[in-house]
């Protein structure tokens, strides 16, 4: 697929900010009900810019030689002539729906797919994204099917020791 396209958007963030992980679920299910939630949320937003930025350069997202996530999401993006926005981490955006009450973020007595990120669901209803707004949350890796072309216990952020082998 070719597109002109010169600006690119990611959704970085988004879990993060709206309990997008199984690991929000899993509180509110194990009996940590709806504080439970909040906590691991904002567990999630303190360390936001370590997991995604790096953890030299929290307020500094936007520049190109950022570490971790979106560091390695410009690099590609940028190896392809294009530019990458990341609207989730914008401050203003993080401090607005940290404002938001939690039932407009996550309602986990409603299926996977529909209880997590409900604000973004509902958005993506109202244009037209129906089938989509209920779609669960699946990692890159794992829809794309490369984790299992990997060794079951590398992690994302591991160096590939296959690369690091001296030739003889």
Not at 99 to 105: D, E, G, T
Not at 147 to 156: D, P, T, W
């Amino acid at each position: 697929m070719f597109s002109s396209a010169r600006l690119l958007f990611s959704g970085i963030g988004a879990d993060e900010l709206m309990g997008g992980y199984s690991r929000h679920r899993g509180a509110w299910q194990n009996g940590h009900g709806i504080e439970g939630v909040i906590s691991e949320i904002q567990r999630d937003i303190n360390r936001i810019s370590e997991r995604n930025l790096g953890r030299d350069n929290r307020k500094q997202w936007y520049q190109r030689r950022v570490r971790g996530n979106l560091g390695r999401d410009n690099r590609v993006i940028g190896d392809h002539m294009r530019d990458c926005v990341a609207p989730f981490l914008d401050e203003d955006f993080v401090s607005f729906v940290n404002s938001l009450p939690i039932q407009y973020k996550v309602d986990f007595s409603l299926p996977r797919g529909q209880g997590e990120k409900i604000i973004l669901r509902r958005v993506a209803e109202k244009l037209g994204l129906k089938s989509s707004s209920v779609l669960p949350k699946k990692a890159i890796q794992f829809g794309s099917k490369i984790a299992k072309l990997e060794g079951k216990k590398e992690r994302g952020g591991d160096v590939c020791q296959r690369l690091n082998k001296k030739k003889t």
